[in-house]
C-alpha cells in the first residue's frame, strides 16, 4: 500500500513537472511570436534612418521592462552612464548584469539564422540610458585598421568587425580633432554632465542632455556635413564616446 501511495505521489510530481514544462514551453512560444520588431518597441525611440544605418534611443526607469522584441540585424550599444539592466530571453530565465557608462557592447546578431528575441529590464536607481546604433548591411571581416584613431591623448575602447570605439575626457576649454577615417561618427557625451554643458563641433553648437548623440555618415548626402574638432566650450569636463565605424 505505502509502496503504491509512493508511486502515486511521483507520478504526481512528474505530471505537474510535465505541466509546467508545457506552460513555459507556450508562453516562450507566445512570447515570441508576439514579439515586435525593435523599431515597433515603444521604449526604442528610433532618431535615425538612412541605410545601411538605424539608430534608435533608449531611456528606460527602473522598474521597467521593454515588450518583447526582435533583432535581426549587428548591433552596437553605447551606454552613457551606469545602470542595473536585466535581459530575458524568451523561455529562459532574466539575468542581471551592471550596465558601466561608456560601455560599447557589440552584439553580432546578423549571425544568427533567427531573430534574437528578448526583452531587457531596469533596476536600481539609475535609469538605463543608451544609444543604439544597427547595421543593415553585411560585413563580416573584422575593420580595426579602417577606423583607426592615434591621437595619444585617446583610449581605444573595443573594436569589432563594425569599426572601433573610443573613450575620452575632454576638460573645460580644450579641443581635440576628429577621426576622418571610416564612413561614420558617432559621438555620445557621457554621464554625469554638469550644469549647462556647451560644445562646438566646428563652428556649430552644441547642449547637450544625457542621451543626446551626434552621428554623421555618407549616407547623410552632405545635408550634415562631418566635423573636424570638438570643443568644450563650457566650465566642466565631459567624457565621451566616439565610435568610428567602417
Known amino acids: 500500500m505505502k ?7 511521483h507520478l504526481l510530481f512528474a505530471l505537474t513537472s510535465l505541466a509546467a514544462n508545457a506552460n513555459d514551453s507556450k508562453d516562450a512560444d507566445d512570447s515570441r511570436a508576439n514579439a515586435v520588431p525593435v523599431t515597433d ?15 534608435y534611443t533608449n531611456s528606460i526607469r527602473p522598474g521597467t521592462w521593454t515588450l518583447y522584441h526582435r ?7 553605447l551606454i ?8 530575458q530571453v524568451a523561455g ?16 553580432p546578431y546578423g ?11 531596469v533596476f536600481g536607481e539609475q535609469s538605463f540610458v543608451n544609444v543604439g546604433l544597427e547595421f543593415h548591411d553585411p560585413m563580416g571581416t573584422q575593420c580595426e585598421g579602417v577606423t583607426r584613431w592615434p591621437d595619444p591623448l585617446i583610449e581605444a575602447s573595443t573594436s569589432n568587425r563594425r569599426g572601433s570605439a573610443y573613450r575620452l575626457v575632454l576638460d573645460s576649454g580644450a579641443s581635440i580633432e576628429l577621426p576622418g577615417q571610416g564612413r561614420g561618427l558617432m559621438l555620445v557625451p557621457l554621464a554625469p554632465l554638469g550644469p549647462a554643458p556647451r560644445l562646438q563641433l566646428d563652428a556649430a553648437a552644441w547642449t547637450p542632455a544625457l542621451g543626446d548623440f551626434r552621428f554623421y555618415s555618407d549616407s547623410n ?19 565621451f564616446t566616439i565610435f568610428v565605424a567602417c
Do not use: C, W
Open 71 to 77: 533583432h535581426r540585424t549587428d548591433l552596437l550599444a
Open 92 to 107: 529562459e530565465a532574466a539575468v542581471s548584469q551592471v550596465a558601466p557608462g561608456g560601455s560599447a557592447i557589440f552584439f
Open 3 to 9: 509502496r503504491a501511495i509512493r508511486y502515486l505521489i
Open 80 to 87: 552613457a552612464g551606469d545602470a542595473q539592466v536585466a535581459g
Open 221 to 239: 548626402n552632405g545635408k550634415s556635413p562631418r566635423p573636424t574638432r570638438l570643443t568644450n566650450a563650457g566650465e566642466y569636463s565631459i567624457g
Open 111 to 121: 549571425d544568427r539564422t533567427e531573430p534574437y528575441v528578448h526583452r531587457v529590464g
Open 41 to 55: 518597441e515603444p521604449l526604442h525611440i528610433v532618431r535615425y534612418d538612412a541605410p545601411p544605418f538605424l539608430i
